[in-house]
């Protein structure tokens, strides 16, 4: 199981994943910068939650990026969250 987390954020780059312009950069753990809507849609696997398979949004992976670049690992839980909600399964047709 190959795994990608995501370790910062950044403004005003190019998506590594499709070439597109973006706002909003999400860094990854490999060092690739990609866009929120391919890292949400297409380059990870949908989480499960009670048997259903689910996704996070663009915004919500946004927002991720954004308190792993600020907070060390006591602030990310102090928001209530761990480097478990940062880390996402890799898809397989990628």
Not at 7 to 30: A, F, M, T
Not at 33 to 40: E, L, M, N
Not at 62 to 73: G, H, K, P
Request: contains cysteine; charged residues 25%; proline residues 4%.
């Amino acid at each position: 199981m190959t795994t990608l987390t995501i370790v910062s954020y950044e403004q005003d780059g190019r998506c590594e994943h499709c070439g597109r312009p973006l706002k909003h950069c999400i860094r990854l753990d490999d060092g690739r910068i990609v866009g929120a809507t391919c890292f949400a849609k297409i380059l990870t696997k949908p989480k499960t939650y009670f048997g259903k398979p689910y996704r996070l949004g663009p915004a919500e992976i946004v927002r991720y990026a954004q308190c792993a670049a600020r907070y060390s690992e006591a602030g990310l839980a102090k928001l209530g969250l761990s480097t478990k909600h940062l880390t996402f399964e890799a898809s397989t047709n990628d």
